[in-house]
């Protein structure tokens, strides 16, 4: 069975800029969150969708921002990106909501932003 | 809310050693508790859980025991191998102001040596 699946691996922007990461699910997985890493605030989660819908979503400005389709592929944009921005994001999937179902994450994508 | 405390890093062991990573909740109600393990370049895999009071997590010579009254979840390990050398991160998923949340601690780097 594939595992969670995160592309691009590596991605430079420039601040101002907007970027899209995108997220397959292992297949069945209904669930996908979104959480950025960082050497400083370490592991934050940014939300979550099922079934299309966002369930949860963190503490972040709205310049973060995603979406599900009906496949259960996830994307997640960021907008007039800042330094601060730079980060992993890693996504991870469930087979059920995130609160009591185990998240299998992928290898993340390492946005920089200079 | 919630928060997760872990021991900080890094931890250096000889392989073969002992291993205890501490780590310590607070949470309002009854959270489900994880370990993580990040190795490099990697995306974060679940290693063990525990969902009750009690409740006693293993995977791979790991294990966790969920205790309440001291509101800990400590990740041992009786015989450390080189490849075990990765960041662990302790987790706990519950209600949090209104909204479902999985709240991880900042990790501890462990480096096993040959």
């Known amino acids: 069975k594939a595992g969670v699946t995160q592309t691009p691996r590596y991605l430079i922007k420039t601040r101002g800029q907007q970027v899209t990461l995108s997220c397959s699910p292992i297949?069945?997985?209904?669930?996908v969150s979104w959480y950025q890493q960082t050497p400083g605030q370490g592991l934050q989660f940014l939300f979550e969708?099922?079934?299309?819908?966002?369930?949860n979503k963190g503490n972040f400005p709205g310049r973060f921002s995603g979406r599900q389709f009906s496949n259960s592929r996830s994307e997640m944009n960021v907008s007039t990106l800042e330094l601060g921005d730079s980060a992993l994001y890693l996504c991870?999937?469930?087979?059920?909501?995130?609160?009591?179902?185990?998240?299998?994450f992928g290898n993340g994508t390492r946005l920089t932003v200079t | 809310g919630n928060s997760v405390t872990q021991m900080e890093g890094p931890v250096t062991l000889s392989e073969e050693a002992f291993l205890t990573i501490n780590c310590t909740y607070t949470a309002t109600g009854y959270p489900s508790l994880f370990w993580y393990v990040q190795y490099p370049g990697e995306g974060l895999q679940l290693l063990l859980k525990a969902t009750k009071a009690d409740d006693k997590g293993s995977n791979k010579g790991f294990e966790a025991t969920y205790r309440k009254e001291t509101t800990s979840f400590h990740l041992e390990k009786g015989s450390v191998q080189v490849s075990d050398s990765a960041v662990y991160f302790c987790?706990?998923?519950?209600?949090?102001?209104?909204?479902?949340?999985?709240?991880f601690g900042s990790g501890t780097r462990l480096q096993v040596q040959p």
């Open positions: 991870a999937s469930s087979s059920g909501p995130a609160l009591h179902s185990p998240l299998h």
């Open positions: 987790a706990l998923s519950e209600w949090d102001t209104g909204r479902r949340a999985l709240t």
């Open positions: 297949s069945g997985h209904r669930s």
């Open positions: 969708y099922f079934s299309e819908t966002q369930r």
